[in-house]
């Protein structure tokens, strides 16, 4: 969908509980929400982490998901059990 398209867009910031900063970006269009989410760290150990996620209704179910795929990838060994 391109950008002209968009009802509502928003950028959150907050610290998750494993001291990580998180940025949320929130864009609200006609037929669904789509959220990205990233750590994007200043010291070292770099790391750039992205993840994306939409849903047809709901901004909490959106930012959920984004979440949880956020999560699987910055810290594996928490969420990546079998």
Wanted: proline share 6%.
């Amino acid at each position: 969908m391109k950008a002209d398209y968009y009802l509502s867009w928003d950028v959150t910031q907050f610290k998750n509980e494993y001291g990580d900063e998180i940025e949320m970006e929130i864009i609200q269009y006609p037929n669904e929400y789509q959220i990205t989410v990233n750590i994007c760290d200043e010291q070292p150990p770099y790391r750039d982490i992205t993840a994306t996620s939409t849903h047809p209704r709901s901004k909490k179910h959106a930012a959920k998901k984004a979440m949880i795929l956020l999560y699987k990838q910055a810290y594996p060994e928490l969420f990546n059990r079998k």
